[in-house]
T-cell receptor, first 111, second 114 residues
């Protein structure tokens, strides 16, 4: 069974204070790992897809990295508008595989 | 603008009543999905459809039904058999043939019990 564990559950940062969110996964052959951002009362917004260990993707203050067991979402010099819940999901290689989501990390950035 | 439209935004259900949540997409995506999100929980898959007139059960299909008569539309019915329907429901779509492509989500319907 595929599993995704995200940590921490919640993180509070001061504006400009860089940090990382973790996504640990267990899957029988990874087809892709996805990061989403979700604002309260809204649907998840796609951020990145990572396919293989060693891969990195960047977007503004966010950088996602991938190893064989986990992915990190690094947030550099965050701003209050980065406050959201960040979701991680994996897709396995077998057949037509749906996504398995983690419970998310709720990030709050204070001015 | 291309996207996924879910309606209504808020919905209330009486005991013993079936309610239907609407999901429409104009992205020309083949695959569509329904998820349920509860506080502190990850998204859980209810049903998905890879092609018109075909759909498969997800992890928590009991008490729900779907139809896929048109490529653009994938309505979800929450039946009276679903004893704990209060949740945030999310619809998503993706390009089915291109694996590794992300799912794109609507802005959800919040269902509550009267």
């Amino acid at each position: 069974e595929d599993q995704v564990t995200q940590s921490p559950e919640a993180l509070r940062l001061q504006e400009g204070e860089s940090s990382s969110l973790n996504c640990s996964y267990t899957v029988s052959g990874l087809r892709g790992l996805f990061w989403y951002r979700q604002d309260p009362g809204k649907g998840p917004e796609f951020l990145f897809t990572l396919y293989s260990a060693g891969e990195e993707k960047e977007k503004e203050r966010l950088k996602a990295t991938l190893t064989k067991k986990e992915s990190f979402l690094h947030i550099t010099a965050p701003k209050p508008e980065d406050s959201a819940t960040y979701l991680c999901a994996v897709q396995a290689k077998r057949g037509y595989s749906t996504l398995t989501f983690g419970k998310g990390t709720m990030l709050l950035v204070s001015p | 603008d291309g996207g996924i439209t879910q309606s209504p935004k808020y919905l209330f259900r009486k005991e013993g009543q079936n309610v239907t949540l609407s999901c429409e997409q104009n992205l020309n995506h083949d695959a569509m999905y329904w998820y349920r999100q509860d506080p502190g929980q990850g998204l859980r898959l209810i049903y998905y459809s890879q092609i018109v007139n075909d759909f498969q059960k997800g992890d928590i299909a009991e008490g729900y039904s779907v139809s896929r008569e048109k490529k653009e539309s994938f309505p979800l019915t929450v039946t009276s058999a679903q004893k704990n329907p209060t949740a945030f429901y999310l619809c998503a779509s993706s390009i089915e043939k291109a694996w590794n492509q992300p799912q794109h989500f609507g802005d959800g319907t919040r269902l509550s019990i009267l």
